[in-house]
């Protein structure tokens, strides 16, 4: 047996699937800043979801009360996957002392189901 598929169907099925990856990241992103600590702020301003397709982010270094912290680079994401990251270096460390992005992808899992529906996948 062999199905066939329309190729303007699998383009609107590819846009609704990226679509909802950018929502879940969005969502785990906006969840993971509620979730971190805050000592400067500048873990929490260094998440970032990349979109499916989008480039990533260059290396940086900001300034903040007197201490300079660095911003790794990211690469960028591919046309069926969603990042989020979070480009403080020290961030891999904070996540196992105070985890804030594991129990956001977990508190948002619940809603995937929803988001799938609603973009009719």
């Known amino acids: 047996m062999s199905i066939r598929i329309h190729p303007g169907a699998t383009a609107q099925l590819r846009g609704a699937m990226q679509r909802v990856l950018a929502e879940v990241a969005f969502r ?19 998440i970032q979801t990349i979109a499916p397709g989008q480039e990533g982010a260059a290396a940086r270094a900001e300034t903040a009360h007197g201490r300079t912290y660095a911003a790794a680079a990211t690469r960028g994401a591919q046309p069926d996957e969603a990042l989020v990251v979070c480009h403080a270096e ?32």
């Open 28 to 46: 785990v992103e906006a969840q993971a800043k509620a979730n971190a600590p805050v000592d400067t702020g500048f873990l929490r301003n260094t």
């Open 90 to 121: 020290y961030a891999y460390w904070v996540e196992r002392r105070t985890p804030f992005l594991v129990p956001a992808a977990q508190a948002v899992a619940d809603a995937v189901g929803a988001i799938v529906s609603r973009h009719r996948v």
